[in-house]
């Protein structure tokens, strides 16, 4: 019997927090890290199938066109072109790929076919030199070279924004720009393909694997029943490998046609070419308000880009409509269509660059009415969603802010330019963290062993966050069982199908599905206790009910197996469900060269149920030090001539590494969501991110009075901001 | 990756001829990946007795094999050339230290990603071929002695270091030599593909500095974030002052040009003056005189600038505030 939940309306029952074995929410290591740091967790390019060959994708170089032909590559088995090849990575639970005939070039560095050879280097090397002659088309590769589209559906307005600006007491309008970014995943896109009669295996670096099998089957024009997917281990997704892309279809296609296992691995640079990037945006913002910061008008308008006909646009605005009250609201959504590498999900698609360039502007808001800036934070927090009136799930914004200030030392804060250390300019500046949550259809089976074992069997993955451990928790937090008798298996398609990890979906919704498999199997222990389920105890391998006391291995007779199945329901329109928190930053700016270093750095969260302090915490580090990024060091720089990324390896395309990221400090409020499902939990992967580089950015107006709007905060644009003070 | 034949040499007697030299191939490796060097045969030399640092006459001889990690740890380095060990420190990562070597790196190569991109053009690699650069990304490029021709920069740290501290780089080769650094890297002129003094079958051996100078080193390398990345421009000084006045003055700049960069025209210019704020400003305009922008990287002119301010103030002892 498959427990089945829609949620359809508020949980209150906080049972978990009276279970008996009390491991769920404890700061537990992940379950396969001693795997991960000795090198016995295989990843996707990890496998060595017996006759195993290598392919390397060919790589178009120019922006648009059709490919002619190709010429021959000595030394190679095969050189591959079909029209089966996907032009780019399919976008996050899409259920189709989008195949595109390879000789038509969208964009400078998509796939055009495949070099296979008996190894790695033969086939780079044959890719490498291979001939391909293209007829070439102009086409537009800069975003201010094209008249945008203005999606109705994506625009929105409500009261009189100009009038609001032309009244307001205090106003701010202005223009900010951030770059494209990359998802920069430490592990680079690989896929090993193996067929068997007409099945297929690929083992790939996956993030949701049943919507990949969709567009995988889609692409190859097969049944999804004769393929499976494995992704055991991910080395980081970060949106880029939501869908499916070039190198696990050609490798699929290939090992087809020669009859042998093939494996094809992405360099880093084609990476950085061929994984979906976060658009760069331009984002005017306007903020109205009354003497006392009460804000009467919002704006936000924004420029995000991606190739013609792919439907993906940067969600820029995703929280404007519900973090701040205001009567009159404009939201403008334009999008360039250009040829440069296609843009789709990356770390927190539209609060990442959208609530931070909003939260600059609200510091320059707060700084033109004279207002300390948490205050002005604080006056404007909403009742109820604004304009629709709904009521938010679960809301912590103001004791976040509040517990913030406190924890931080906010009030230490000094007028700008007024705090020095010898060439460093130091400052403090703070951002509002707000994310919508998700929650994502999901399947899990669990098995409990006579002897007290436990399985839990879903295809979700683990990309690196803690999945393993926390559906290991939440299984042993149900069934009383110690986490080290608790199997997990995931990332597989022949287990029950997941949410996958995306959108800070995956805990709650996978967690969601294996508490109610686990449910489903203590009803049937409670029907052979003789009680009711919520009656029943159970705790290392005993149950209990009333006076009764007796040990799995007598209740069970082989196994129990429950199933359980989680579905989004009315919550997700009755209620305005998102995360909240808030970004504190102190930073020192060098007077002379321009150089930021941030000195120390918190965030305070409210996620509802925390299922692993540690894991979570290591969720929030990672946000948090992507916000650093944005904020000043992370830019995919694009040749104006082609639209090609510049910048495609980690020693040019700047993720903040240690030196960079100085002890960061998280919290958490506690919380429990009613309106999420039994676990009241809501996401948190991407919500460390979300503002957090406002906090540096703000934090830099302070230490030295300028405002950097075009991101990231690159010393450059420090010195022309102190150049232009002398 | 194109199929090469491997050597490793047991003497500098041993080197075939026509062999591309690896070492701690850290920048070597990357280039043949991308096949933007595609060597034939390549000669391993790190079993070469070429690992020691020793006495020169009052000076030091560093061997070509000595590794990046050990050399800036050296008590000799870190007393005597300060400067030096600094640079050291602040290129590459931990791990790229360990496996660099003091030769290797002298050899390392632009960082222009045009340079390292084979679908763009480039007369470095491709001579004859263009600059695609040029008009393009250009935020790291040099700002002097650039030609029409390349406009890349040469990214190490350790050989600024150097060039402020007068080193000379021994050569083995059909003909034995000692180069001054100042004459090993080359302007790109309308020959940009030739970027050292090294002609086919050489060595470098060694690195000889002459005896330390006392006084204050500095290295400062601005750059894009505190980790691992080339610098957007780097100052090595070497300045002491008698009495009040600047008596020596050694100063070095990288990430500016195709070689390091060093005008002995401000170094005139700083010796016998007393510091100040005037006297800095003098000696920027007139470093930064023949300097031009090429659109993205025009920044790096001021930013040189104040880097050289800020350095100068620091080494005199003037306060970083005023």
Redesign the interface.
Known sequence: MTRHLRVDGPNHDDRLDHMAQGVLGQPLNRLEGPLKVSGRAAYAAEARPANLAYGVLVQA?VPAGKVLDIGDAPGALAVIQDKRMVRYAAQGQAQKAPKSGPDQVEY?GQAIALVVADTF??A??AA??LMVRYAAEDVPVNPDAVTPELPPQKQASAGDLDRAMATAAVSVDAVWHTPSHGAAAMEPHAAIAQWDGDRVTIRAGLQMLSSNRAQMADALGIRASKLRLLAPYVGGGFGSKLGINAEAVAAAIAAKELNRPVQVSM?R?QVFDLAHRRSETRQRVRLACDPDGRLTGIGHDVLVSNLPGSEFSEPVTQATPFTYEAAHRQIVHAVARIHRGCAGSVRAPGEAVGVTVFECAMDELAEAADIDPVELRLRNIPEDEPVTGRPFSSHKLAEALRDGAQRFGWSDRRPNGQR?E??WLIGMGMATAVRVNMLVESRAKVTLLQNGQAIVETDMTDIGTGTYTILGQLAGEMLGLPVDRVEVKLGDTDFPPSSGSGGSFGAASSGNSVYLACEDIRRQIAKAMGCDEPDLTLQNGMARAGNIARSLSELIDGSLTGEGHLEPGKTEKSVRQATWGSHWAEVAVN?????V?VRRMMGVFACGRVLNEKTARSQCLGGMTFGIGIA??EAM?????DG?A????L??Y?I?????VPGLEVHFLSERDAYVGPLQAKGLGELGICGAGAAVLNAIHNACGIRVRDLPA???KI??G??ARA | MREFSFHRAASVADLPAGATIIAGGTNLLDLMKHEVMAPESLVDITRLDLDRVEAEGDGLRIGALVRNSDLAAHPTIRRDYAVLSRALLAGASGQLRNMATTGGNLMQRTRCPYFYDRRMACNKRDPGAGCAAMGGVTRNHAILGASDHCIATYPGDMAVALRALDAVVEIDGPSPRRVPLADFHQLPGDTPHIETALQPGDLITAVVLPAPVAGQHRYRKVRDRASYAFALVSVAAVIRLDGGTINHAALAFGGVAAKPWRDPDIERLLTGREPSDALFAEAADLLLRPARGQGENKFKIPLLRRSLIATLRDATGMEATA
């Open positions: 170089s400078m280097e033969a780079t090397h490498q030199n360099t640079q020095a010898g060439e007077r002379w060269t321009g150089e270093r000043l060091t720089e694009h040749d104006s001539r090609h510049v910048s495609r390896d020693a040019e700047h903040p590494c240690h030196a960079d690159t010393p450059d010195i022309a102190l150049e």
